[in-house]
């Protein structure tokens, strides 16, 4: 009996563990992703998303900042791909435009973004941005600036939670 108890466990942690190899559950804490994605909102991450490929335009990831949670940790953000390395980023009249071309972004909370200036996204790195401007705080800001792609820990690619509003991204 023991033994076959025994075998089950580690069969289960086994896959438990290749699963998680994989992807991450992770729960949205703030509103800067609003109205895509709300407080409480439960995603999975695929931790695997940019091993072999960069992230494209429009992607939605989670990356470690050098800001600090509430255990003095490096605190996880979850924003949009809007540079990718070698862009010039620049926000006037409450429009984005990426490489002098306007950028639509039907997706934003409000329908503008706050702020102006340029940014040239080096290489190896991306400028994000959540989709509620107002309150986001990204890479317009020193205190994020552009993400490393080392920093990316992976891609959204599903809600789970709230159920009534499961979605892939």
Same mark, same amino acid.
């Given at each position: =009996?023991?033994?076959?108890? &025994?075998? *089950?466990?580690?069969?289960? =942690?086994?896959? %438990? $563990? %290749?699963? /998680?190899?994989?992807?991450?559950? +992770? ?5 800067? =992703? ?8 439960? /995603?999975?991450?695929? #931790? ?5 490929? %960069? ?13 600090? *949670? ?12 809007? $540079?990718?390395? $070698? ?25 503008? +973004? +706050?702020?102006?200036? +340029? ?9 994000? =941005? ?9 890479? #317009? ?12 820990? $992976?891609?959204?690619?599903?809600? &789970? ?9």
């Amino acid at each position: =009996m023991l033994p076959a108890l &025994l075998k *089950d466990l580690v069969i289960a =942690m086994v896959i %438990a $563990g %290749a699963v /998680l190899y994989f992807i991450r559950p +992770t729960i949205v804490k703030q509103t800067s =992703m609003q109205s895509t994605m709300n407080p409480n909102d439960y /995603l999975i991450m695929y #931790r695997q998303a940019y091993r072999s490929k %960069a992230p494209k335009r429009g992607d939605i990831i989670i990356f470690k900042s050098d800001l600090p *949670d509430e255990e003095g940790k490096d605190k996880l953000l979850i924003k949009r791909v809007i $540079g990718l390395p $070698g862009d010039e980023i620049q926000i006037k009249n409450q429009k984005v435009y990426i490489n002098g071309k306007k950028y639509k972004e039907n997706y934003l909370k409000d329908g503008y +973004t +706050t702020g102006e200036g +340029t940014w040239n996204v080096p290489e190896g790195h991306y400028f994000v =941005m959540g989709d509620n401007r107002v309150v986001s705080v990204d890479s #317009r800001y020193t205190d994020v600036g552009y993400v490393d792609k080392d920093q990316i820990q $992976g891609k959204a690619v599903l809600r &789970l939670f709230p159920f009534n509003k499961i979605k892939t991204f």
